[in-house]
């Protein structure tokens, strides 16, 4: 069972708000960073930053803090960003290499 209820009170506490799960990814409202369960251990997850965030390394320690309030130990991943799909009324989520 993955801990949304745990990630979504730890966004709470940062003023944020969960927009969208979907599988094994959370997207947050502000479309900064996403969470991705880690299905082999249900207190980790990983944090994922867009691309275009500025302030990666000051919004991780926040999240951190928020998290460790939660039981949830965070590893921060590889930087995501969202690109139309013009094909489907989609977009493409893309994982930096």
Partial sequence: MRPLG????A???????LSYAYEDL??????TFLVR?????????????NRDCSQKDEI???I???FKN???????E???????????AEFDLVFQE
């Fill in 26 to 31: 959370v997207f947050i409202e502000t479309n």
């Fill in 78 to 88: 590889k930087d995501y960003e969202l690109r139309d799909n013009p094909y489907k």
């Fill in 64 to 66: 951190e803090a928020a």
């Fill in 11 to 17: 966004l709470s506490e940062l003023g944020l708000k």
């Fill in 37 to 49: 369960f880690d299905d082999s251990d249900d207190n980790h997850v990983y944090i994922h930053f």
């Fill in 60 to 62: 991780c320690n926040l």
């Fill in 70 to 76: 939660h039981s949830l130990r965070i590893t921060r």
């Fill in 6 to 9: 745990k990630i979504e009170e």
